[in-house]
Nanobody, 117 residues
């Protein structure tokens, strides 16, 4: 089992940047496919980006070129660098860990990102 704790959210002006972190505890971090998802008020949770154990990344179309997901297996941490933030990026951002060999997955508690002037 994996426990996930996100950090790094906050209030940022349009055009600004933030870096989210997700620290994982438990065994097998390097094997999990890690991901970031977000949920805005009144909307469904949506994919932001994922990164496999081999480093293959996948992004939602609206985040390509602005967001970068990375992982540091030595630190059991996954990051999301967000640039050129827009008000529509305002949401709670959730970290996700998915075991690649079955349907097991885990979620963090979320971190709020607010983009506003």
């Amino acid at each position: 089992q994996v426990q996930l704790v996100e950090s790094g959210g906050g209030l940022v002006q349009p055009g600004g940047s933030l870096r989210l972190s997700c620290a994982a505890s438990g065994s097998g971090f390097s094997i999990y496919t890690m991901g970031w998802y977000r949920q805005a008020p009144g909307k469904q949770r949506e994919l932001v980006a994922t990164i496999t154990r081999g480093g293959t990344t996948n992004y939602a179309d609206s985040m390509k070129g602005r967001f970068t997901i990375s992982r540091d297996n030595a630190k059991n941490t996954v990051y999301l660098r967000m640039n050129s933030l827009e008000p529509d990026d305002t949401a709670v951002y959730y970290c996700n860990a998915k075991w690649p060999f079955n349907e097991n997955q885990y979620w963090g508690q979320g971190t709020q990102v607010t983009v506003s002037s």
